[in-house]
């Protein structure tokens, strides 16, 4: 970074509250994605005000900002080679929980465990679950659109936006939303921030809705034949007026990793669901266990377990949280990838997910939200050099689940791993649209420039 740029964010941030020591560039310079771009500078803004001269700064002499929240973004997000804006530092308050209008005001640095953990005594919860809600913040969940295992019931991180304070990229402080439940006035620009990736504008606080807490969960787990089924077993229960908050599955191939790590499925079930139901009236639960039991046997599952205390609730989810780990034995690579369809596709993506790993000789194991169409969609490479062939097989997978109408990402957003698939999943007049809005929240095109295909 050139001399006169690091004096100027000295002067009004402090010298601690930046660097360019290679060791923190180089913690700077990954994200969960492990691609490694290192920044020029990283900068630990203490308030709004900082925010808007260090954009003000970066609009004159046209340098690029990556605002970065907990940096356990999947598609490279929060990083870059400019400046990064790193938010941990300084913004993560609680600054107010509302218990009456169900709401709470806070810093976006805040992570999703702080959160959960400070709402506890108040019976209340933010239900974005991302599984990774111990270590990343509300900012980068809202700037994402994050969702998890409990959107299929409680929705995906928009839905609890309420209000925010922004920073654009033309560096206007504005606050967006209303803190009310009903809100049509003007556009909807929280819409449009939200899943926004940091490429319009950053977030300084936000005001988020809430949940109470329900008193009461059951977990179950159904082993099937096929994936089929599962998939007809899954979407009758959706279509019986059941919701549960999760509702999740692994295929065989995940299905028989998991089994080398510990023997846990017996042969014939070849796809587990596992179904988390919540709610306030044990009674309640029970009976959609039985509806649940019933409407199965049409499906002859092989297993159909039923968690009757805290430890067999573990065992069932087992699967499920080592799923990830189980299938690194496929290759020493990962394409990680999160395709979403329309739910009644899904048997026929994962049909075609396996013939396109056969095509090529690679593994494509998959896992996920079958509740809403959400599918990990992880393609191993055995060695680093297949990388062209591991890219070939996603191009293939996201141009068939394109023709069944679904969609590049259901939750870890385009970044810069996703970037050259844009124009596969946009029409011109769309890539256009975009670059249209960004235009106008961000004229310099400072903010997180070369994401989300945006060049
Ligand atoms: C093990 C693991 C499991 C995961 N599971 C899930 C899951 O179940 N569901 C899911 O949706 N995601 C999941 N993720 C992805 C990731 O955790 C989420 O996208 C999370 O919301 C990112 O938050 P973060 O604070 O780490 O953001 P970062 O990675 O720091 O940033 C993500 C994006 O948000 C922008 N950003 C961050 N803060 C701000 C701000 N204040 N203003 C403007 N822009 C900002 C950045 O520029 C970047 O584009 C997982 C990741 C890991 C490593």
Redesign the pocket.
């Known amino acids: 970074m050139n001399p006169s740029a690091l004096e100027f964010f000295k002067t009004l941030l402090g010298e601690e509250n930046l660097s360019n020591d290679p060791a923190v560039l180089s913690t700077y310079s990954y994200?969960?994605t492990r691609l490694e771009i290192l920044p020029s500078c990283v900068l630990f803004p203490r308030n709004t005000q900082d925010i808007q001269a260090i954009v003000a700064y970066a609009n004159t002499h046209k340098l690029p900002l990556?605002?970065?929240?907990?940096?356990?973004?999947?598609?490279g997000?929060?990083i870059g080679g400019g400046i990064i804006l790193a938010?941990q530092k300084h913004?993560r308050k609680i600054l107010h929980i509302d218990p009456l209008n169900l709401c709470v005001r806070l810093q976006?640095?805040v992570l999703n465990s702080a959160l959960n953990s400070a709402l506890a005594p108040h019976n209340l919860f933010f239900p974005p679950?991302?599984?990774?809600a111990s270590?990343?913040?509300v900012?980068?969940?809202?700037?994402?659109?994050?969702?998890?295992?409990c959107a299929l019931k409680y929705g995906?991180?928009k839905d609890y936006l309420l209000s925010a304070e922004?920073v654009t990229g033309g560096g206007e402080i504005l606050r967006v939303g209303h803190n009310t439940y009903k809100d049509v006035a003007g556009y909807n620009l929280l819409g449009l921030l939200s899943g926004?990736?940091?490429?319009l504008?950053?977030?300084?606080e936000l005001t988020l809705k809430l949940k109470p807490k329900p008193t009461h969960q059951r977990s179950l787990l159904l082993g099937f034949e096929s994936i089929e089924s599962l998939a007809h077993c899954s979407y009758t229960i959706l279509s019986k007026g059941i919701t549960p908050c999760a509702m999740e599955f692994l295929d065989t191939l995940t299905t028989q990793a998991l089994n080398k790590l510990k023997p846990i499925y017996p042969k014939n079930a070849q796809a587990i669901l596992i179904i988390k139901l919540d709610g306030n009236f044990l009674p309640a639960l029970e009976y959609e266990i039985e509806e649940i039991r019933k409407i199965a046997k049409d499906f002859s599952p092989s297993i159909f377990k039923i968690a009757q205390n805290a430890q067999e609730e573990e065992e069932i989810w087992f699967g499920r949280k080592n799923a990830?780990q189980a299938n690194s034995i496929y290759g020493v690579k990962k394409l990680n990838e999160d395709i979403t369809l329309p739910r009644s596709c899904v048997p026929n993506f994962l049909q075609e997910a396996k013939k396109i790993g056969e095509k090529y000789s690679l593994k494509i194991p998959c896992f996920g939200h079958i509740g809403d169409g959400n599918i990990h969609t992880n393609v191993f490479l055995p060695s680093l050099d297949l990388l062209p062939i591991g890219k070939d097989a996603i191009k293939e997978l996201f141009s068939f689940a394109l023709s069944l109408g679904g969609t590049l990402s259901g939750?870890?957003?385009i970044?810069i791993s996703k970037s050259e698939y844009m124009p596969m999943a946009f029409l011109p007049q769309h890539l256009e649209l975009f670059k249209n809005i960004k235009h106008a929240f961000d004229p310099n095109n400072i903010l997180?420039p070369h994401?989300m295909g945006l060049d």
């Open positions: 994200d969960s990556i605002p970065r929240g907990a940096g356990s973004g999947m598609s997000g929060s938010m913004f976006p640095c679950d991302p599984a990774s270590f990343s913040s900012g980068g969940n809202i700037a994402e659109n994050a969702g998890g295992m995906v991180s922004i926004s990736e940091g490429t504008a950053i977030f300084t990830s939750e870890h957003g970044g997180n994401k």
